[in-house]
């Protein structure tokens, strides 16, 4: 474990484990890079160098107060990629991290990197549109950051016990584990960079990212996602990322790391191996 300072001094957070080939996460919203701990111990045991950093503002990285948006946070990962030298690296991003690993292609090419992974992930774009009917409307965020505002530790206890896990479901198995931990993930966020990030993951249109991916890209989606709805994010990412996979889990949540951790963990390997 350690941090590097970007060029405009934040503190980021990563951990390190294991040696091999390359394996870079980015987390969702408002994780950190312990959302992705069941993932990286399993590759790591399978020889994958496994790295996961906290997005500045998320977990134990340092908290500015600027730069809550894709385009940093997609810098912060390029830095961190020189910062360590990777290369021939998968990069795997979850929900918002899908977002910040579209950018981080977008603005920073594939040089560094030899296949890519979109888990549950936001893009092309979460807002509904003229030119995307199927995505959320704005209400939808503004409630977010409504509720956010009114009672964060609340808010983030509703998220976790509901709809990111699936725990609504009829006949789920509800882990107090998990709530938990999800819950004091998102509380180690900043305020400010937690809701600055709402607009980042839902307002970001990542159509010309995605076409720009020129590496082997697999797509993995549940299609009960109660919080990035598979009809506008992998569907039609799919579409736009040249020769991706797409696998879909039947009934699968938001959280595929979480609640179907052995079938994404042996796909991922899999597809680490081809």
Known sequence: MGT??????????????????????????????DAWESQMFFL???????????RRGHGRSS??????DMDTYAD?????????????????????????VARFIGRHGTKRVSKAVLMGAVPPLM???????????IEVFDGFRAAFLADRSQFFLDVASGPFFGFNRPGAKVSQGLIQSWWMQ?????????????????????TEDLKKFDVPTLIIHGDDDQIVPIGASALLSAKLVKNSILKIYPGGTHS???????????????????
């Open 186 to 206: 998102g509380m180690m966020a900043g305020h400010k960079n937690a809701y600055d990030c709402i607009k980042a993951f839902s307002e970001t249109d990542f």
């Open 4 to 33: 590097i300072a970007t060029k405009d001094g934040t503190q980021i957070y990563y951990k390190d484990w294991g040696t091999g080939q390359p394996v870079v996460f980015s987390h969702g919203w408002p994780l950190s890079a």
């Open 63 to 68: 908290q500015p107060w600027n730069g809550n």
């Open 44 to 54: 790591a045991s399978h020889g994958y160098r496994c790295i996961a950093h906290d």
């Open 76 to 100: 912060d990962l390029a830095e961190l990629f020189e910062a360590l030298d990777l290369k021939d690296a998968v990069t795997i991003g979850h929900s918002t991290g899908g977002g910040e």
């Open 127 to 137: 807002l509904k549109t003229e030119a995307n009917p199927g995505g959320l409307p």
């Open 256 to 274: 595929l790391g979480d609640t179907s951790k052995e079938q994404l963990n042996a796909d991922l390997l899999e597809f680490l191996k081809s």
